[in-house]
């Protein structure tokens, strides 16, 4: 593969996350229809286990180690993939049928913890949570708004809402782009969070409190709408916590539920004020991803915040070869734009497993578990059962 002069793009790595057999690529139709059902197509694929059974009415894929590997051999004589519904994933965990069920809630930490031969593993979740101001949205067309909004917003408490009876903490994040345990990691986040500081930014723009304590300006009150898709009980808590904070810097959340069914309509049609949002990385280096999340021309920029000057300088982020210099301008970057305000970090979060004790090299691994080494994952001792 050959690039032209002004078509480089670094790391070259991003580039060759999955690589496709040519003949699974030789169509549309093939790439669409060739992999479904029982299909599993072993010539099409590489790794350390190959298929022994796809069963689609149990929902299992059963795997053995692949005889044609020229890798190092598998540890485990068999793999089994099982598909379950979270509600009964815990009753499989507890009678021996799943040797490892995730963990995403206090109450399924509270099930597992009375489990006897029950190890949990937590490491911070490959996930960005973030709340996204609509820059275009009716109440928050005003930058200072945006502003202040930052400034209202405890993170920190928000943070311990959300992870409430999951045993975990975590600080508050700086980037959306990079994760507290990169070393490229910076503070990009323009502001901390101050309720007398967001009432001077609105108090320097014009706007006044009236009685009850909050602020309008020209007789416009200083309200935005917040949507919840979904009507968890989390999540409404959260939504609670965000508009207590607000209030107190004199700003009405005005808060709105909607079925998640129509979330994905929503964020075609930009159909949204506040929202949280939250997404996965494909690798440690957000480069190929940086204009999709802040350029302006891009569907995937929730929140539209950004300039066409900053559009030109994303785009040239994947032509600097040299690492450092690249993470230096993709965190100058992301400070100017996130000094527009259309979008806050809140989180990542845990990634909770419970195994068995003896399970070894499995579990929350960062980047290294996107693409697992499945042949590494073995028993220190034989399961139960064996």
């Known amino acids: ?77 068999r793999l089994v993939f099982r598909r379950i519904d979270p509600a009964a994933s815990m009753p499989a965990f507890a009678n021996d049928d799943l040797d490892a069920v995730l963990v995403g809630s206090h109450e399924r930490l509270a099930a597992v913890r009375k489990q006897p031969d029950t190890d949990i593993r937590a490491a911070r979740r490959l996930q960005v949570i973030v709340l996204i101001l609509n820059t275009d949205a009716t109440g928050l067309t005003d930058p200072a708004v945006r502003k202040a909004i930052a400034q209202a917003v405890d993170r920190g408490e928000w943070a311990r809402v959300r992870y409430q009876g999951l045993d975990w903490t975590e600080p508050v994040p700086g980037s959306a782009v990079y994760f507290p345990f990169q070393p490229q990691t910076q503070d990009n986040v323009p502001v901390t969070h101050s309720v007398d500081a967001a009432r001077a930014t609105l108090q320097a723009a014009g706007y006044a409190r009236d009685a009850d304590g909050l602020y309008a300006k020209d007789g416009t009150p200083v309200a935005v709408r917040y949507t919840e898709f979904g009507n968890d009980q989390m999540g409404q808590a959260l939504a609670a916590t965000l508009t207590a904070q607000l209030q107190a810097a004199g700003i009405q959340l005005q808060v709105e539920t909607r079925p998640e069914a129509t979330r994905q309509q929503a964020l075609q049609a930009r159909d949204y004020a506040m929202m949280t949002f939250a997404w996965s990385p494909a690798g440690p280096s957000p480069a190929a991803g940086l204009c999709q999340l802040m350029c302006t021309d891009s569907p995937l920029n929730l929140s539209g915040a950004g300039t066409p000057a900053l559009d030109e300088r994303l785009r040239q982020v994947g032509r600097i070869a040299d690492p450092e210099r690249r993470a230096a301008q993709i965190n100058a970057i992301e400070k100017e734009w996130l000094g527009h305000y259309g979008l806050l970090p809140l989180g990542n979060g845990p990634d909770m497993l419970a195994t068995r004790p003896d399970l070894a090299n499995w579990g929350p691994a960062a980047f290294a578990g996107i693409y697992p080494d499945w042949s590494e994952v073995g028993w220190t001792r034989a399961p139960r059962g064996d």
């Open 1 to 77: 593969m050959t690039f032209a002069r002004d078509r480089e793009f670094h790391p070259v790595t991003d580039l060759f996350g999955v690589l496709v057999h040519p003949q699974a690529a030789q169509s549309a139709a093939v790439f669409n229809e060739g992999f479904r059902g029982e299909q599993f197509r072993p010539q099409w694929r590489a790794g350390p286990f190959t298929a022994e059974r796809i069963d689609t009415t149990a929902g299992t894929v059963s795997l053995v180690p692949n005889p044609r590997w020229w890798g190092e051999p598998a540890l485990l004589s």
